[in-house]
């Protein structure tokens, strides 16, 4: 459907209520793009669960955080997608969620030193600037740039922040990746797309997606 030029990298399917039936997948332009030779799904070090939990990550995520490694010209970055489950009781994930945040940060400055990037993408279940799973990030450095961070993600009525692209940066404000954001925002298919059917957006949803696609775009 895209072309020759297209190639795409995922998971197997998820079992269990909570993956859905899902996979994790990147797709994308092989004249733009490379693969690094990087592809795996996350094991956080045992020692940084000790205080919160072995259990941790089967908690706090629907299925297993998946990353993959590009290259672009002499650039390599790392995508790394997430998908944390919505908590009844947020503050109490809180810690758990830090932990997470604090790991994903330390390996944000280890791929720095060799000029690499570490960027972390999908839902993350924010309601809101300000919610404690929007804190629990941010408090460790993650930054979301401003150009997408108040953008809805769903199709429906609704001002939820669930999805993200975000990068860290340190103590002192330094970006941890080595690419130059340039600019950032949604598509709205709704005007675009099967628009003739007139299908409900419960219909749309099932269909398409309930949630706009984000991207950010980076100079390399």
Known sequence: MLGDDWSF??????????????????????????????ACEIVVPRKQLEDIGIDALD????????????????????????????????????????????????????????????ITLGDFNIERQGDPAYNAFVSKGLFIPPQIRDLPSTIFKDLKLYDQIGWYKNSHGKSQIALEFNTGGIFDFRDHLLINRNYSLSKLSHRISDHFPLWCEFMV
């Open 9 to 38: 990298i995922m998971t197997d399917v998820t079992k269990g209520d909570r993956g859905n039936g899902e996979r994790l997948a990147f797709i994308f332009n092989t004249t733009r793009v490379k693969l690094s030779g990087l």
């Open 59 to 118: 908690r706090q995520f629907a299925r297993t955080p998946y990353a993959v490694g590009f290259r672009a010209k002499n650039k390599t970055f790392v995508l790394l997608t997430l998908h944390v489950l919505y908590g009844n009781n947020s503050a109490h994930r809180v810690p758990e969620l830090k932990a997470i945040a604090e790991w994903m940060y330390a390996w944000a400055k280890q791929l720095k030193r060799w000029n690499q990037s570490l």
